[in-house]
């Protein structure tokens, strides 16, 4: 309602207009502030997909099969997942930006700038850290679907010769497909709604060039002096729920029609 309304503060009067969504669209498609936020936000929304999805699965699969170490592997990808965000933050941001630099010029003598004040590193570090803070729950989640796979049909096709990746192929991941594709098409919202991390590391002052829409909500909503910069940020975010909303179904409707089948 908020996205239809224009807030007075002075006098505390509310009038109803479409003004906001006009702003909101213009804004959104036209300003030289957002065309790169909505960059970096599909950006980042791809490339953790597709390298945290794979590794998550790897992994999974590793841990299920109860290899050598497994049992490590567990708790070293869970525990950033149960320790405070901000304590994690601070020790990648202590490792990265003291520890690495200082390693370079003690053993190599080479001089650089920390992995996150570096303009040419700083995106590719911020997406590392997002794989490494989610394996924890896509590991929880894809193991407890493996284990969930019926012990007997494992040992059928250990039986009928199948090999370690023939398994994971058409035994592990048909299995576990509907955590996955649920993952997947749940996963479209964070185009707009991921921070990739940046208030962890840079607070309100992230540069331009990595900011994403979830960081740019975040940062206007909680900086925002009065009621009446609220309509204008609830537009925009009426007019991504408008996108994101038909896209979530279709991604749904796609990965359930071609998806592997347990058959």
């Avoid at 224009?6 to 909101?24: C, E, H, S």
């Avoid at 002096?225 to 204008?232: N, T």
Wanted: hydrophobic share 45%; charged share 10%; no cysteine.
């Amino acid at each position: 309602l908020m996205a239809f309304q224009r807030i007075d503060v002075k006098n505390g009067t509310v009038t109803w207009t479409l003004d906001n969504i006009k702003n909101a669209f213009q804004m959104m498609t036209g300003s030289a502030e957002m065309i790169p936020i909505m960059q970096i936000s599909l950006l980042s929304y791809l490339l953790l997909t597709a390298i945290g999805v794979p590794l998550g699965l790897f992994f999974s699969y590793y841990i299920y099969k109860k290899l050598p170490l497994s049992g490590a592997f567990r708790v070293i990808l869970f525990l950033p997942s149960i320790m405070s965000a901000i304590v994690v933050a601070t020790i990648f941001q202590f490792f990265f930006e003291r520890a690495i630099p200082t390693i370079m010029l003690r053993f190599f003598n080479i001089e650089m700038l920390g992995l996150l004040e570096n303009p040419s590193t700083r995106f590719a570090t911020l997406i590392f850290y997002s794989v490494l803070l989610g394996f924890g729950t896509n590991v929880l989640m894809y193991t407890n679907g493996m284990n969930g796979i019926s012990q007997e049909i494992v040992e059928a096709s250990h039986l009928d010769g199948a090999s370690t990746l023939q398994e994971f192929l058409h035994i592990t991941m048909p299995g576990i497909y509907p955590t996955l594709s649920m993952y997947l098409f749940t996963g479209v919202a964070g185009i707009f709604t991921n921070q990739l991390n940046l208030y962890s590391f840079y607070g309100g002052s992230a540069p331009g060039s990595i900011q994403t829409y979830g960081y740019y909500f975040y940062v206007k909503t909680y900086g925002s002096k009065s009621m009446s910069e609220y309509p204008l940020l609830s537009a925009m975010g009426l007019l991504m729920t408008v996108v994101v909303v038909p896209v979530t179904l279709l991604v749904k409707r796609l990965l359930e029609k071609h998806g592997p089948k347990e058959e």
